[in-house]
């Protein structure tokens, strides 16, 4: 099986694996008692907060979640005011939004243009009464494309409102601006473990809780696993020491992707985009048939979050695709673990599959 999903999760790091185990075989203490083996735990997690942290702005501080979409939903329903957002946001900030309007609170959702970014006149020219968040993506999921997220935090401090980034994508792969109010990001898209995630908040800036119970991180209440925390710190500290290598490595199997799907089109920028997602079309094609005939090839046909809904893309139809279009549109994610004799013996049997249906 060749990997090539990389946006809806990442393979475990083997060095993530082994941080983890003496806290799943052996030391089960819950990190919040008091006596030795819990200050044990409690020094693992907060070591593993300080390898989260170094890929952060400086000024604010790392409160682990369950994942991000949690940490979305924190921060959207933790904060008051009118909301605004973007057409082509993930569904864990779209779907919350959609929520708090039902309960009484505003929303604006700006549009997109053909390239997926932000129509940064148009969002000017919003109106902005009374608004108390403004939530926006680094890095798209689905099409990659890197948004110009200090531009917008700017427009949302201008407004008097807090800025939340959904880094989740671009954590450790895309600097991210010191402008943000409220970052959230996922630990298995950067070779972490699944179940655990954060939310970063800025000094100063107050949430209401999610969750209530025992306020174990300080607004957020929940017993956490020493094992995740440590597994996502790792990974985290690998993303900084691998962050030249990988990118290098993946902009190689970008231009090697790019070539040999020539006759295709790449959805979104190709400019502003990180490389190791890439969105193509193929008009006419039947992407069903095609993973179907390619079952060796873990590849997507849009977000995980909203596979088998039978739905096209929001996102691609944000952009400006009709639903044919959307609809005959893959996406590949490679990244540091993708090696390029099995990116291209992957291609090949795409392509040929791809090519068949039109004979």
């Not at 309960?103 to 109106?127: C, E, I």
């Not at 990180?274 to 977000?303: K, Q, T």
């Not at 809904?309 to 673990?337: E, M, T």
Request: hydrophobic fraction near 45%; charge should be negative.
């Amino acid at each position: 099986m060749t990997y090539l999903d990389y946006q809806a999760t990442t393979p475990l790091a083997p060095e993530a694996f082994e941080a983890m185990l003496p806290w799943l075989r052996d030391q089960h203490a819950n990190p919040h008692s008091p006596h030795r083996p819990g200050r044990a735990a409690k020094a693992a997690v907060e070591v593993a907060r300080d390898e989260v942290a170094a890929l952060l702005p400086p000024g604010g501080r790392v409160v682990f979640t369950s994942g991000a979409t949690e940490s979305l939903n924190w921060a959207i329903k933790g904060t008051g005011g009118a909301l605004v957002t973007v057409a082509s946001e993930h569904a864990a900030v779209l779907d919350t939004v959609l929520w708090a309007s039902r309960n009484g609170r505003n929303q604006t959702v700006l549009p997109v243009d053909h390239y997926g970014f932000v129509d940064l006149p148009v969002a000017k020219a919003a109106s902005w009464p009374d608004t108390g968040l403004f939530a926006a993506m680094l890095v798209n999921n689905e099409i990659g494309v890197i948004q110009p997220v200090e531009r917008l935090a700017e427009l949302a401090h201008a407004a008097g409102a807090l800025f939340l980034c959904d880094a989740v994508q671009g954590y450790g792969r895309v600097p991210i601006p010191d402008a943000c109010d409220l970052v959230a990001i996922s630990a298995h898209k950067v070779h972490g473990p699944k179940g655990i995630g954060a939310l970063w908040i800025r000094d100063g800036v107050a949430l209401e809780p999610l969750l209530h119970g025992g306020d174990q991180e300080g607004g957020r209440s929940g017993t956490l696993s020493p094992a995740l925390c440590a597994g996502f710190g790792v990974a985290a500290r690998l993303m900084a020491d691998h962050r030249d290598a990988d990118a290098a490595h993946v902009e190689r199997l970008w231009s090697y992707a790019i070539d040999r799907l020539r006759g295709w089109t790449v959805n979104g920028s190709t400019e502003h985009r990180y490389r190791g997602n890439l969105n193509v079309r193929r008009d006419g094609l039947d992407v069903n048939r095609l993973m179907s005939d390619c079952r060796d090839i873990a590849f997507s046909a849009g977000s995980a979050c909203a596979s088998g809904s039978g739905r096209p893309s929001h996102v691609l139809r944000a952009i400006g695709l009709s639903d044919a279009q959307a609809r005959s549109s893959i996406r590949l994610g490679f990244g540091r673990y993708t090696t390029e004799d099995e990116l291209a013996r992957a291609l090949d049997t795409l392509v040929a599959a791809a090519d068949a249906q039109f004979r």
